[in-house]
């Protein structure tokens, strides 16, 4: 079954959450999936899935050899076993952890300390024991 285009974002983490188990080739599709902690099996296109792949635990149920991808019954094995076996909790835990850290640093550099390193400001000290108390929690 070939899900509907969806028009907004919002439109295919609904759809997803619908499902009980998801086979989807597209990396967001998959990161939706795990999010909501519907099952689901990667078809790999790009390499860039395997990050999130290791991090969140699944990596054997994302498929990349060409000779897989083409063989029903593998690809229907790797959703059975998704099915049965679920999620990890205590790695997808560690793995919102670590991304939430990783955000707060972008976000926090981003927003306020690499805008004034841009513009080649120096960033007073009374300014950054600040900025660390309210972002860098």
Known sequence: LLAPLPKENIDLVKLIASYKGVIASRFH????ATSLRVPAVALVWNNKMLGFAELTGCRD????????????????NKFDEAMANGFDEE??????LKTKKQMAYILGETSFE????????????SVKVVYRKIFKK
């Open 91 to 96: 790695v997808i835990g560690k793995a919102i």
């Open 61 to 76: 149920r994302y498929i990349t050899d060409l000779k897989d991808l083409q063989n029903a019954d593998v690809i229907l």
């Open 114 to 125: 690499r805008n004034l390193r841009l513009f080649k400001k120096k960033i007073p000290k």
């Open 29 to 32: 599709a998959n990161i939706i």
